[in-house]
């Protein structure tokens, strides 16, 4: 078990650029999420996949986010056009298959700047 | 709406003396309720879950946290605090209704700090 990686651990970037971030869960882990996280705030749920399926998305989750995972292991989250308000820790985790209260596993996260 | 609230910002407790983390949550239907910890820079660790049964529920690192469904809580706590233990923590919930929705709400997070 080497963990849920995430990369870059950061970046900083320029409003109006494009960035992709990556998430490699736990490799028998089927579910995927991704989760942001702001100064003071506790994490906040975008999106879902179970296996390469991407079964939820939040409303936070513009048009501007997409996420992939097409062969249901890896994962991207691609930000099109950031914006300032973008900045935040976005974190990704998985879980096994089974029940739903089966714990999530976090990856470090990639903390965006965007200046 | 689904809510879990965590009313201090921040607990300060000396080392050896006991710590309690305080939750409340909002929800409709019987809850999954967990506790997360998370160290400066890094994801969130799993500490401890609640599902059915048994109140109090023993977690890693000798935490343990105590359900109560007539107050809605789900409290925090360990005997004897350590300088290690100083952190964020965050409670959440997941709601029980085995739909296709895993996702997780979590509190605002409670930073313990422990003097030694």
């Known amino acids: 078990d080497t963990g849920v990686s995430q990369d870059p651990r950061h970046k900083i970037t320029k409003r109006g650029q494009n960035v992709t971030f990556r998430c490699d869960p736990i490799?028998?882990?089927?579910?995927l999420y991704w989760y942001r996280q702001t100064l003071g705030q506790g994490p906040e749920f975008l999106t879902y996949?179970?296996?390469?399926?991407?079964?939820?998305k939040s409303r936070l989750l513009s048009d501007r986010f997409s996420a992939e995972r097409p062969k249901g292991s890896f994962s991207t989250l691609e930000i099109q056009r950031t914006e300032q308000g973008d900045s935040a820790m976005y974190l990704c985790?998985?879980?096994?298959?089974?029940?739903?209260?089966?714990?999530?596993?976090f990856g470090n996260g990639t903390r965006l700047t965007v200046t | 709406a689904q809510s879990v609230a965590q009313p201090e910002d921040q607990v300060n407790v000396a080392e050896g003396n006991p710590l309690t983390v305080k939750c409340t949550y909002s929800?409709?239907?019987?809850?999954?309720l967990f506790w997360y910890v998370q160290y400066p820079n890094r994801g969130l660790q799993f500490l401890l879950k609640?599902?059915?049964?048994?109140?109090l529920v023993k977690g890693s690192y000798g935490f343990e946290a105590e359900f109560n469904k007539s107050q809605t809580s789900f409290h925090l706590k360990k005997p004897s605090a350590l300088v290690s233990d100083s952190a964020l923590y965050f409670c959440?919930?997941?709601?029980?209704?085995?739909?296709?929705?895993?996702?997780?709400?979590f509190g605002t997070g409670t930073l313990l700090a422990v003097q030694p």
């Open positions: 996949f179970q296996n390469e399926a991407q079964l939820e």
């Open positions: 959440a919930v997941r709601l029980n209704y085995g739909g296709a929705t895993n996702k997780l709400i």
């Open positions: 609640y599902i059915t049964g048994d109140n």
């Open positions: 490799s028998e882990h089927n579910r």
């Open positions: 929800v409709s239907g019987n809850p999954y």
């Open positions: 985790a998985s879980s096994p298959a089974g029940p739903d209260n089966s714990p999530l596993h």
